[in-house]
């Protein structure tokens, strides 16, 4: 048993590869991503469409839309689809994000002939019944109104419209009567608007055949041809607007607790200081040994949690720290916050603890290549967040790179504390 009490020596990771995906583009601009070296027993497949949030005129068209998918296809009820995925071993996940939306069936590598086809069709010719919305979209709205009692919920619309901008489409806020009101009409109009073939990504993790590759795309060029889509409408890029810097607090008389949304502007993707960036809020607070952590959870006790990250768009991005907290420390809170971004330039990480950043940070790309399903996940993410080629490997470059001149620098140039637009919900004492 001397194994057990002998703990495993610790060793560096060396440079890590992603492995490609095989691509093909058809006339019709439809393109394929395919990995085959997977599970011979399973296969997953997603879709990714343009249009999100940003492109519908309200966030809960989007999601509605993207649920109601599988309520209803030209050929099949959501019940007939329903029955017939579940009896092939199947399930399918839908979910919409700031300029496309993703759907994914995960399905035994055996039966997807049997699936793919259905899966095909209610993506290019969804019906969108109407009492099936009617469902759909009450659930929507009863899920908002117990949000807008939530104090999370609500300290992070009022951020997002802060660093954003008051009429970003990314910071739009449904009310449960917004929700109501919509059609199968909006729906239909929403989707017809961007599930043209030339709008379509289709990425396939699966141990198959070139025969059965082509089957696939046979199956997807047709039902995409099949539909009639409007005038696809190009993705919409929408430059952030931060209003001014003044705190924003949303009194809730009879929160036990207090949320704190603090946020800065950032730069884009494509700006050289964006991984360096990325690599600073993460020492601040982007891992459990992080200075946001060790300072105000571990030996202050404010929180249970807090969190800094980098949130990077295909428009622009921004850094969001984000924490609950009693009510009568919220100003504290906000005052350590402030202390440790101003401790990054003047004390940035070194020795172990730059160690242990570099560490943590690796570890995050190892999980990238755990398995097929997450290395397929990485190249949809790629395509979901505009990152650029090479991303994969350049970020392992700013962690190996990564010194205490670099954290300092950043947190100089961007983690300044009197850029901070804070957002509050809760009772907060002395604010």
């Not at 899920?143 to 660093?163: D, F, G, Q, T, W």
């Not at 990325?278 to 105000?296: E, K």
């Not at 906000?334 to 004390?347: A, G, M, P, T, W």
Request: hydrophobic letters at 40%; a negative charge; proline letters at 6%.
């Amino acid at each position: 048993m001397n194994f057990r009490q002998t703990p495993p020596p610790i060793s560096t990771i060396r440079p890590l590869t992603l492995p490609p995906m095989r691509r093909f583009t058809l006339p019709s601009g439809m393109t394929f991503l395919f990995y085959d070296r997977c599970d011979k027993d399973i296969a997953n497949i997603s879709v990714i469409v343009n249009g999100g949030f940003a492109e519908a005129t309200s966030p809960a068209i989007a999601v509605l839309a993207a649920d109601m998918q599988r309520e209803g296809s030209r050929s099949m009820s959501g019940a007939e689809i329903a029955s017939h995925l579940d009896f092939n071993g199947a399930w399918i996940k839908s979910s919409p994000s700031s300029h496309h939306t993703r759907h994914s069936i995960f399905t035994l590598r055996h039966r997807l002939k049997n699936v793919l086809p259905v899966f095909a069709d209610l993506i290019f010719h969804p019906s969108f019944p109407e009492q099936e919305l009617t469902v759909r979209r009450e659930s929507l709205a009863r899920n908002i109104e117990v949000s807008r009692s939530n104090v999370a919920y609500l300290s992070r619309c009022r951020s997002e419209k802060m660093i954003m901008g008051e009429n970003h489409p990314l910071a739009t806020e449904d009310t449960p009567d917004d929700i109501r009101r919509i059609t199968a009409d909006d729906l239909k109009r929403f989707h017809s608007a961007h599930a043209g073939a030339s709008a379509v990504t289709v990425l396939i993790c699966a141990d198959i055949s070139e025969d059965e590759i082509r089957e696939i795309i046979d199956i997807f060029n047709i039902a995409a041809l099949q539909s009639n889509p409007s005038s696809l409408r190009c993705r919409t890029f929408n430059p952030m607007a931060p209003s001014g810097a003044e705190p924003d607090l949303i009194r809730l008389e009879n929160a036990s607790q207090s949320s704190v949304v603090l946020t800065l502007p950032a730069i884009p993707r494509s700006h050289p200081d964006y991984l360096p960036l990325h690599m600073t809020v993460f020492a601040l607070g982007g891992y459990f040994g992080s200075r946001l952590m060790l300072n105000i959870r571990e030996d202050k006790g404010l929180t249970y949690g807090i969190s800094a990250s980098l949130q990077g768009y295909i428009d622009d991005s921004y850094i969001e720290i984000a924490a609950e907290t009693d009510n009568a420390h919220t100003g504290r809170l906000i005052d350590e916050v402030r202390s440790e971004l101003s401790r990054l330039s003047s004390d940035p990480c070194h020795g172990d603890e730059l160690t242990r950043i570099r560490q943590a940070a690796q570890a995050t790309q190892v999980a990238v290549l755990d398995s097929p399903l997450a290395i397929t996940n990485h190249h949809a993410t790629t395509i979901l967040s505009g990152l650029p080629d090479g991303y994969f490997e350049a970020k392992q470059q700013a962690i190996r790179s990564l010194t205490p001149d670099i954290i300092a620098e950043m947190a100089s140039r961007y983690l300044r504390p009197e850029l901070l637009r804070i957002a509050i919900t809760g009772n907060p004492v002395n604010i």
